[in-house]
């Protein structure tokens, strides 16, 4: 399997359980507090790892895509879920979520310079329209559209800007990399606004655990997979393995939180893994040493590895 494919499936498999860890989190902290708490948490380990590595400083062309990285996936989603959770299931919010692969498609046209030929695009479609029809009809979906669909809407659309954009940066910075700049960048919003928000009188070891599962894996270890895996096989293609997440998020709320779902997990899953498939067309890795070392450390050997010519992207 190639590794892009490998490490965007990692991804989106520690990604995949962030509405029902949010869902309990904010069930005893404030949503605001959640959101930028986990984003100050994982700057804390972005730090340490960019010393430790001795990442150098970006540039300021870097910089500026670094803060619409961090206003995608740092701030945006988060917040936005985080709000739309605490008054909605995480099944509902997968409904919304599914449509995620198809934002990060648009974004990685609009913004990472990628064409995905037609077949891709049919693909892309087919799976979405199976996953949008498990969840609508297993997923618990009922109820009209309310502020928290909005919220939702909005999460999506700037994660899949925040995707797109620093899929593209890691191609220059690295994956691990991209996401500790972005973490850091974020810095004086995710301060003041943790601190000003900071109330846990009501926080039970439940909500503290779901709280360090979206900090660190969700906001932090989860991106060192995802972006590597992005670089390494094109934003678009690699993106499309998201349309598996709401089935993940759904399977994982019936577990966790007790939420029902039915029998066509299994038929919606195999679909959505066809679609996958025939969504993945290149084979290329990142030429970073960081995200060469996390690919190692997942069975990866060096000769898999060759620096992405600057036209792959359109393959």
């Known amino acids: 399997m190639p590794a892009g494919v490998t490490l965007g499936a990692l991804g989106v498999l520690g990604f995949s ?8 989190a904010v ?6 507090f959640v959101a930028f708490g986990r984003a100050l948490v994982a700057a804390v380990l972005a730090m340490a790892y960019l010393a430790l590595s001795r990442a150098p400083l970006p540039s300021a062309t870097q910089v500026r895509r670094l803060v619409i990285v961090a206003a995608g996936i740092v701030i945006g989603f988060p917040l936005f879920t985080s709000l739309a959770l605490t008054t909605q299931t995480s099944a509902h919010g997968a409904v919304v979520i599914a449509v995620l692969p198809m934002s990060t498609a648009i974004w990685a046209v609009l913004r990472a310079s990628e064409r995905p030929p037609m077949t891709f695009w049919l693909s892309s479609g087919a799976g979405l329209l199976a996953v949008l029809a498990f969840v609508a009809t297993g997923g618990g979906f009922s109820g009209s559209l309310s502020l928290a669909d909005a919220y939702l809407f909005i999460a999506v659309v700037l994660c899949g800007l925040g995707y797109a954009e620093g899929g593209a940066l890691s191609r220059e910075l690295g994956g691990a990399r991209t996401i500790c700049w972005a973490l850091v960048v974020s810095l004086p919003v995710t301060i003041p606004v943790s601190l000003f928000t900071a109330d846990f009188s009501r926080a039970t070891p439940v909500v503290w655990l779901s709280f360090a599962y979206v900090a660190l894996i969700s906001m932090f270890l989860g991106f060192f997979a995802w972006y590597a895996g992005l670089a390494a096989g094109g934003v678009a293609k690699i993106g499309q393995i998201q349309l598996a997440q709401p089935v993940l998020t759904l399977l994982w709320s019936a577990a966790v939180l007790g939420e ?5 997990a299994l038929a919606t899953a195999a679909v959505v893994v066809v679609c996958v498939v025939l969504t993945q067309r290149s084979r290329t890795a990142p030429a970073d040493p960081a995200d060469r070392f996390i690919l190692r450390a997942f069975g990866f050997g060096g000769r898999q590895w060759r620096r992405r010519a600057s036209s792959s992207s359109r393959s």
């Open 260 to 264: 029902p779902v039915g029998w066509p």
């Open 17 to 24: 359980f962030s509405l029902p860890a949010t869902r309990l």
């Open 27 to 32: 069930a005893g902290l404030d949503p605001w």
